[in-house]
T-cell receptor, first 109, second 117 residues
């Protein structure tokens, strides 16, 4: 079966750095997405990785290793507004998106 | 960037009535739209894939007669929850992708919070 694993919850301190991991087992691979979702709101797109390596976008970076079925989202200089759930999603060989359950990130002052 | 407009954002309805949710792509044409359902603290669950001009493709376990999907134009898809029951109360979200630009991801509507009383 297809599976996306990510931690349920993480806590970090304002101003610090946090890494949210995602491992996947899917039928084929056509890219991995990271989304941010604040409570009661729809997800917003953060990043897309299809090749191995690190993609940096301001305070957020996303890394992919296809051979390991592994990705992480790195958030630097954490701000209180970064408190949200972070969803990892993989597009399989049929171009279907498989979603992880999300990681709730709690930022403390 | 691509924008998807979804409304209503919140709706409360009585058991047995029907509710229509609209999803519009504002600045691009979406031949395919996706309808999701999300329970509190749970991940997104794909309900169906809506294709312009043809029948929607429903995921296993989703009742197509209960969740009617219409994709009559390249910019509008609707989800109608028919004969709603309290267990249909949930957060419904649509999404679409602007063409082949994977690097822009899928754009989501703002979601509809449905409460059936």
């Amino acid at each position: 079966g297809q599976n996306i694993d990510q931690p349920t919850e993480m806590t970090a301190t304002e101003g610090a750095i946090v890494q949210i991991n995602c491992t996947y087992q899917t039928s084929g691979f056509n890219g991995l997405f990271w989304y941010q979702q604040h409570a009661g709101e729809a997800p917003t797109f953060l990043s897309y990785n299809v090749l191995d390596g690190l993609e940096e976008k301001g305070r957020f970076s996303s890394f992919l290793s296809r051979s390991k079925g592994y990705s992480y989202l790195l958030l630097k200089e954490l701000q209180m507004k970064d408190s949200a759930s972070y969803l990892c999603a993989v597009m399989d060989s049929n171009y279907q998106l498989i979603w992880g359950a999300g990681t709730k990130l709690i930022i403390k002052p | 960037g691509a924008v998807v407009s979804q409304h209503p954002s919140r709706v409360i309805c009585k058991s047995g009535t029907s509710v229509k949710i609209e999803c519009r792509s504002l600045d691009f044409q979406a031949t395919t739209m996706f309808w999701y359902r999300q329970f509190p603290k749970k991940s997104l669950m794909l309900m169906a894939t809506s294709n312009e001009g043809s029948k929607a493709t429903y995921e296993q376990g989703v009742e197509k007669d209960k969740f009617l999907i219409n994709h009559a134009s390249l910019t509008l898809s609707t989800l109608t929850v028919t004969s709603a029951h309290p267990e249909d109360s949930s957060f419904y979200i649509c999404s679409a992708r602007d063409g082949d630009r994977m690097s822009y991801g899928y754009t989501f509507g703002s979601g509809t919070r449905l409460t059936v009383v």
